[in-house]
């Protein structure tokens, strides 16, 4: 879990190096390094326990570090997808930046995709306000979790227009 949790911070480090909107940047680049940090302690306490005697003590403090662990990676995700709304500047091409801002991209636009939809409902409610589907909008989060081990590869995005960002893209 530790180290799954620095394959996020990367994820947010990246995405905040792109970023267009610097507090956008800075929200992730905290919540990265907050997950790094509670990462980190997480695979000490995990090392500590493994060569130590079972204690209820220290299963608690492990449980409770996974779980803190678990709300720091849903806080990056969600700095991610603000990040994502704002803009990302274009990566070089054939890099893992790229397969990051592909990544992005894919969940850019299924959520574009998902709010035109919503948009198209005619159906109001008694203060005329339009209804929505029960459907959620995606969410970085659920495209991670959809992710299997197999299936890390991305696809690659299209090329872009020299000088263009990457959400000025045809979505």
Avoid: Y
């Avoid at 509670?38 to 299963?59: C, D, F, H, N, Y």
């Amino acid at each position: 879990i530790a180290s799954d949790g620095q394959v996020v911070v990367k994820f947010g480090r990246i995405v905040a190096k792109h970023c267009l909107d610097k507090r956008c940047s800075a929200e992730l680049l905290c919540a990265a390094e907050q997950t790094h940090t509670i990462s980190s302690q997480l695979g000490i306490v995990a090392r500590v326990k493994a060569v130590t005697a079972e204690s209820k003590s220290s299963s608690e403090l492990l449980v409770s570090n996974a779980q803190n662990l678990i709300q720091a990676v849903l806080h990056v995700l969600k700095a991610a997808e603000a990040a994502c709304i704002k803009g990302l500047r274009q990566p070089l091409p054939d890099s893992e930046e790229e397969e990051v801002a592909a990544f992005c991209m894919q969940w850019r636009k299924n959520l574009l995709w998902h709010r035109a939809k919503e948009s198209l409902n005619s159906d109001r409610d008694e203060l005329g306000l339009r209804k929505t589907r029960a459907k959620a909008e995606p969410t970085l989060t659920a495209m991670v979790q959809e992710q299997s081990p197999q299936t890390k590869n991305t696809p690659k995005p299209p090329k872009p227009i020299k000088g263009r960002t990457i959400m000025d893209s045809h979505l």
